[in-house]
């Protein structure tokens, strides 16, 4: 079981805005920055967000990221069909000194 | 082009050694924390150990603390991850990733990945 909690599984129409919530606690997400990262199938992740909602270069804006208190959200507007994916948020734990990955959200466009 | 190459997995018996190899090509080693992360057949990504870029400092996740080994090879531009006392539990596609400059856990570059199979 994840520490890091996300909804098994979101879905929108091609050009809806999609919300994907990570939850976590004060010694995760509560002090450190998130990141995201989005898996197509077969293919190794990519990062999406970094420091709860910075876009690395390349990455469309349809992207963002934010985050209040211990939890974070990624939105994806304007939906599209290549965005089906994994997508992971991450945060540094200071509790566990570790790297903790939510469990996944699949994104299923209609 | 900066990449990273992972090679070294395979068939391993339950209480068997490997060591996984990671090639960085494109930038220097040493500049970026560098991350293991792995990811069982049909399941979630799971990170798994980090070599600090000054190189003093590691850390592992509980699972495979005491079990696994991270190191770098300044020379050869190459990370590694000595994996001792096998389970089947460590089966997985092992990815080798870059944390972005600047940063120390988002990872920017990843390979493509290394399969371990723990089994008898």
């Known amino acids: 079981q994840s520490v890091l909690t996300q909804p098994p599984s979101a879905s929108g129409t091609p050009g809806q805005r999609v919300t994907i919530s990570c939850s976590g606690s004060s010694s995760n997400i509560g002090s450190n920055t998130v990141n995201w990262y989005q898996q197509l199938p077969g293919t190794a992740p990519k990062l999406l967000i970094y420091d709860n909602n910075q876009r690395p270069s390349g990455v469309p804006d349809r992207f963002s990221g934010s985050k209040s208190g211990a939890s974070a959200s990624l939105a994806i507007s304007g939906l599209q069909s290549e965005d089906e994916a994994d997508f992971y948020c991450?945060?540094?734990?200071?509790?566990?000194?570790?790297?903790?990955f939510g469990g996944g959200t699949k994104v299923t466009v209609l | 082009e900066v990449q990273v190459v992972e090679s070294g997995g395979g068939l391993v018996q339950p209480g068997g050694s490997l060591r996984l190899s990671c090639a960085a090509s494109?930038?220097?080693?040493?500049?970026?924390?560098m991350h293991w992360v792995r990811q069982a057949p049909g399941k979630g990504l799971v990170w798994v150990s980090r070599f600090s870029s000054d190189g003093r400092s590691t850390n592992y996740a509980d699972s495979v603390k005491g079990r696994f080994t991270i190191s770098r090879d300044n020379a050869k531009n190459t990370l590694y991850l000595q994996m001792n006392s096998l389970r089947a539990e460590d089966t997985a596609v092992y990815y080798c990733a870059r944390a972005a400059s600047g940063t120390r856990n988002a990872f920017d570059i990843w390979g493509q990945g290394t399969v371990l199979t723990v089994s008898s």
């Open positions: 991450a945060a540094w734990d200071d509790s566990l000194s570790s790297v903790l």
């Open positions: 494109g930038f220097t080693l040493s500049s970026n924390w």
